[in-house]
């Protein structure tokens, strides 16, 4: 489904989950909707951890079964990695090298899942930071092609968000993904970064990705989160992230 040349936004999705890790439908299932649906660029990109066991999450030992089920396909084989929080990415070098993306999501801090999780934050602004911390240092690692749901924060926070991603974190992260060639990614599913992100990576020339975050049939390419501002903020073409396997 992957195709040369420069595809219609609305014809790419980069994120999409499916039951090899929480996805409840099937590769065969989500390459049939995204046909139906006509998209044209399609990452499957299941969540892996090789670094300890998580539950819905693709082990080392299922990694190469996995791939070779995205090879049948006409897909980009992706996986989107934990960041933990001191910056380790859940996947080792050489296991990159199979993939066509690796996109870096972060989903807890100090054991705090950011999804279902009503622990107390007493210290927003010290949260946050953790934040800002562990993403830079994730792109360190040279392993990442993207930052997923880059401003997402847990749900107690969640409102507060405009407020605590000042533009100094903005700044601070969106400089880290120019000087190592990191992509963020517009996550329909959480719908962020908001404008100001994207305005901040525009300036920068950073590239913006675009992912439904899919875990339903129904999420595959729904992407209007990312195509609407895109087109409000007349994102120039040549910033649309693809990986780099397509060319
Ligand atoms: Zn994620
Ligand atoms: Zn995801």
Redo the contacts with the bound molecule.
């Keep these: 489904m992957s195709s040369r040349g420069s595809p219609l936004v609305e014809k790419i999705d980069l994120h999409i989950h499916t039951s090899f890790s929480d996805g409840n439908y099937s590769v065969e299932e989500a390459v049939k909707i995204a046909e139906i649906k006509g998209l044209k660029v399609l990452a499957i990109t299941d969540h892996y951890s090789e670094l300890q066991y998580r539950p819905n999450r693709i082990t080392r030992s299922q990694f190469s079964r996995y791939v070779q089920t995205l090879n049948s396909y006409n897909v980009l084989k992706g996986v989107?990695v934990e960041i933990l929080q001191d910056g380790t990415v859940s996947i080792s070098k050489k296991k990159v090298d199979e993939l066509d993306i690796i996109i870096g999501?972060l989903?807890s801090i100090n054991n705090i899942k950011f999804w279902g999780d009503s622990s107390p934050i007493w210290d927003t602004k010290r949260f946050v930071e953790k934040v800002r911390v562990a993403l830079i240092k994730a792109m360190e690692s040279e392993i990442l092609d993207v930052i997923?749901?880059v401003s997402w924060l847990p749900e107690i926070i969640r409102k507060e968000t405009h407020r605590v991603i000042t533009n100094d974190w903005i700044k601070s992260v969106v400089d880290a993904c120019y000087d190592w060639g990191v992509a963020v990614e517009l996550n329909c599913a959480w719908k962020v970064p908001d404008e100001r992100f994207v305005e901040y990576c525009v300036k920068k020339e950073v590239k913006l990705s675009i992912g439904s975050?899919a875990h339903q049939r129904s999420m595959i390419g729904k992407t209007d989160y990312a195509i609407n501002i895109i087109k409000r903020m007349k994102v120039p073409k040549d910033l649309i992230f693809l990986p780099t396997s397509l060319f």
């Design positions: 989107e999501g989903h997923a749901h975050d």
